[in-house]
């Protein structure tokens, strides 16, 4: 005899609002005036959850950057990204958001944030939001 089992997960997902962006700390560019420079910043053990199942969303941020006055520090960039581990956020408000939150700390001349999460379903996802001065 075969059943069809639906199940559900009991969890509920922490609310983007949950996510500071103050612990973000910039440090100053001290080749601002002489140099520019691009960086790439790589987060490939990223982890948020899905909105609408509460399980977990795998993926890599990719952050790419050229500052203008200010850098990221990044170990406030590595608590910043761990506060979206337990947030229920589709993958294209999660790339925005961490565009929109890094772009106002840092205000660089420009900057972009990819998220190439893992395949569910045979499905993956690759978001990139942009930003320029």
């Known amino acids: 005899m075969t059943t069809n089992k639906t199940y559900q997960v009991n969890y509920t997902a922490l609310t983007p609002d949950t996510v500071k962006k103050d612990v973000l700390e910039a440090i100053d560019y001290a080749y ?20 609408m199942t509460g399980l977990p969303d795998y ?22 990204f761990l506060q979206y581990r337990n947030v229920g956020m589709f993958y294209e408000h999660v790339v925005n958001r961490i565009l929109d939150d890094l772009a106002d700390v840092l205000r660089p001349l420009s900057m972009e944030v990819i998220g190439e999460f893992t395949s569910r379903g045979g499905i993956s996802s690759c978001a990139r939001a942009v930003y320029v001065k």
């Open 59 to 80: 993926g890599c941020i990719t952050v790419i950057y050229r500052p203008d006055q200010s850098i990221v520090e990044l170990k406030s960039l590595k608590y910043y």
């Open 32 to 51: 601002a005036s002489t140099r520019s420079i691009d960086i790439t910043i790589r987060q490939p053990e990223f982890t948020s959850v899905c909105p």
